[in-house]
């Protein structure tokens, strides 16, 4: 289990990767609508039943709902990141 001091600053690092995340993937997915899903995860203190209950709409809400379930499981030590910000795609840098 993390400590408020990783929750805190992972919800700062999420909240900082906002504007540079590539808003939307190559299949439509809205990434922005994933990290705001993890760090409403995050600042609420959600468990497994309140991601359910808060995105229920089954395909609809599928993607979300699995980005709302891996801040969970970064949460419980379950996660293979470090970072969430990781996860999600960057803007390349030009030379």
């Not at 993890?38 to 709902?65: A, G, H, K, Y």
């Amino acid at each position: 289990m993390k400590t408020q001091e990783q929750i805190d600053e992972q919800i700062k690092l999420l909240k900082e990767a906002r504007p540079k995340i590539v808003p939307t993937s190559m299949f439509g997915t809205d990434n922005l609508e994933l990290l705001d899903a993890q760090v409403r995860v995050l600042e609420q203190d959600m468990d497994s039943d309140d991601i359910w209950d808060q995105w229920n709409r089954d395909e609809e809400d599928m993607d979300v709902r699995s980005s709302a379930e891996e801040a969970l499981a970064w949460l419980d030590d379950e996660s293979e990141s470090d970072n969430l910000v990781d996860d999600f795609p960057m803007p390349k840098e030009r030379d």
